[in-house]
């Protein structure tokens, strides 16, 4: 199994949790790849894709990923595995906190892929509804929050990435 984390950040936060994610799980299965630097093919290449995507300016999507978001639409993803994490401002932003996670999430939906490592949104105060599925009870993937929660961090990145390894095994078993 190989995995590849694929990540856009403007300010380091996402890609900070990017490299405790790979330390968490072991360098020896996930690769990093800030999509600032990596061509977006490379996704195709690994079993399973961890994707982490913060939101910027009142719901939009991180410029990285902005960038792009329609070669997205060309690659084959058929069959991946996918985890995602968002990075977001609960208070600040929270109508529209982690939107660009569940934009991220609707995009992926038509391409045949299965998504692992949804979150429950207990112990988060927002009102935004795009990252939520299960009628609010799950955001579509891990949601971390520095400005509001930096203390809460490190045990939801442990837990989560026992979860998406635990949720891994059953998809390959
Ligand atoms: C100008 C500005 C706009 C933001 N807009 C949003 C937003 O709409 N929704 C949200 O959840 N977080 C928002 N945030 C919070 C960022 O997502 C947060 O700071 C995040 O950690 C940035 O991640 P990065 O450093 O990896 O780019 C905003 C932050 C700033 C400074």
Redesign the pocket.
Known sequence: MNIGLFY????????MAAEKIRDIIGPELVTLHNLKDDALTLMEQYDVLILGI???????I?EDWEAIWDQLDTLNLSGKIIAMY?????L??GE????ALGMLHDKLVPKGVTFIGYWPTEGYEFT?KKPIIADGELFVGLALD??NQYDLSDDRLQTWCEQILGEMAEQFS
């Not at 856009?8 to 890609?15: F, K, Q, R």
């Not at 968002?86 to 609960?90: A, C, H, I, L, T």
């Open positions: 856009g950040s403007s300010t380091c936060y996402t890609e913060p939101t910027w300016d009142f719901g939009e991180q968002g990075m977001g401002d609960q600040g932003y529209w906190f982690l939107d935004s520095e400005t």
